[in-house]
């Protein structure tokens, strides 16, 4: 009988091909899998002092209100999706539990609050060639000038939405959901392949 349920990574698949990359050992560009994390999509009015003050008590973060920019507390970042829609993520991972902390929390606010852990998964980009391989599938402008620390963005990556999200200069995590995470790494992969030799 089982006690606990297993949790598996979506890039299962492609584990014999980070070793390859990691073994080639160049600084171009690195590709890790950093599943597991709690994600919890929130929605609620930012003008409401009480809403904002909830996630502020509860996740130590309050939600960042310029589009595209990204808040950091100890445990959890919020991340900008829209004008009322935020993504809570951990900073390490762990088991979800801020939905059900701040689902009775904002009752009878106008909120919504929805654990996606288990629907996605973190690639973390590094290297001297991330924006270049990145830019291959991506049709942001993703130059320093434009795209910097502090921000992201949803977009795509070839035919798999994603979130950007530069954590300094040399490493990017793109937020994937779990159904196109083999396909968005191994897409990935054939964009750098020529900075890799």
């Given at each position: 009988m089982?006690?606990?349920?297993?949790?598996?990574?979506?890039?299962?698949g492609l584990k014999?091909?980070?070793?390859?990359?990691?073994?080639?050992?160049?600084?171009a560009?690195?590709?890790?899998e950093?599943?597991?994390?709690e994600?919890?999509?929130?929605r609620g009015e930012i003008?409401?002092?009480?809403?904002a003050?909830?996630l502020?008590?509860?996740?130590?973060v309050?939600?960042?209100v310029a589009?595209?920019?990204v808040?950091h507390?100890?445990r959890?970042?919020?991340?900008?999706?829209?004008p009322d829609?935020?993504l809570?993520?951990?900073?390490a991972?762990?088991?979800?539990?801020?939905?059900a902390?701040?689902?009775?929390?904002l009752?009878g606010?106008y909120a919504?609050?929805?654990?996606v852990?288990?629907?996605y998964?973190?690639?973390?980009l590094?290297g001297?060639r991330?924006?270049?391989?990145?830019?291959?599938?991506?049709?942001l402008d993703?130059h320093?000038?434009?795209?910097?620390?502090?921000?992201?963005?949803?977009?795509?990556?070839f035919?798999a939405?994603?979130?950007l999200?530069?954590l300094?200069a040399?490493t990017?995590a793109v937020t994937?959901?779990?159904?196109?995470?083999?396909y968005a790494g191994r897409?990935?992969?054939?964009a750098?392949?020529e900075f890799?030799?």
């Open positions: 089982w006690s606990e349920a297993r949790q598996e990574s979506p890039l299962i014999q091909a980070q070793k390859s990359v990691a073994a080639a050992q160049t600084q560009f690195g590709l890790i950093r599943p597991f994390f994600m919890v999509n929130v003008d409401d002092p009480a809403f003050r909830v502020r008590e509860t996740a130590g309050a939600p960042p589009p595209n920019t808040a507390g100890e959890y970042s919020l991340l900008w999706l829209g829609e935020w809570l993520k951990s900073a991972p762990c088991r979800p539990v801020m939905e902390t701040l689902r009775p929390l009752a606010q919504s609050v929805v654990d852990s288990s629907g998964t973190v690639l973390e590094s001297t991330v924006r270049d391989v990145l830019q291959k599938g991506c049709p993703l320093p000038r434009q795209f910097r620390v502090g921000q992201c963005a949803q977009s795509h990556f035919k939405d994603v979130l999200w530069p300094d040399g990017w994937v959901r779990r159904s196109f995470a083999d897409m990935l992969l054939d750098a392949e890799l030799a």
